[in-house]
């Protein structure tokens, strides 16, 4: 028998170049893969990005559109996890709703956290075209939930689901001379001796 070293050789060498070649293939397209996948996870929305497209609540009180008002801080866990669903929300119903943010760390909204008994965050007031309170809920609502109030405030119909109340942060109006050691919004309510 008469066999051709060369060929041998020529034929290992091909297989292992293909070899080679699918292996960066495949590397290739796993990297592709991955990247897209994780810029899809980290596009989620935070709060601060929310609030500085959010409408302002001077044109929320004129442009006569009914309006979701959101009290919400910053430390406020559940604030930061019903974000992404309210982004969503917001884009679905943003033609005909305004979106209002108020941060209850920010003095100036202290009218509004009394007038609207803000004790808890998230806190969502529901206000008709003419800027009257048809509705609130308190804590995290399911995004079905505050999708379907939303249908009902943009239809002018009473809410399906006024007055829910979900896990919350504890919040407290400083409406009387506050000690500096409560000053810590993040005390969540607990007793500072």
Known sequence: ??????????SSSLAMRLRNFIIVLVA??????????????TASVSLNEMAETATPLDVAFSNDKPTLV???A???????AMAPELHEIRQKYGENTNF???NVD???????????????????????????EV????GEIPKSLMAANIEALVAGSSLPYNGTVG???EFAAPVAPIKASQADPRVHGSQVQ
């Open 74 to 80: 910053n430390w406020c866990t559940v604030c930061q």
């Open 167 to 169: 896990q919350d942060s």
């Open 106 to 132: 920010n003095s100036k909204w202290l009218p509004e956290l009394v007038k609207y008994r803000v004790d808890g965050i998230p806190h969502f007031v529901f206000l008709d075209r003419e800027g009257t």
């Open 70 to 72: 959101e009290f919400y």
């Open 100 to 102: 209002v943010m108020l």
């Open 1 to 10: 028998m008469n066999v051709n070293p060369s060929n041998s050789t020529n």
């Open 135 to 138: 509705g609130q809920t308190i």
């Open 28 to 41: 290739i397209a796993l990297s592709v893969t991955i990247f897209i996948g994780l810029r899809t996870e």
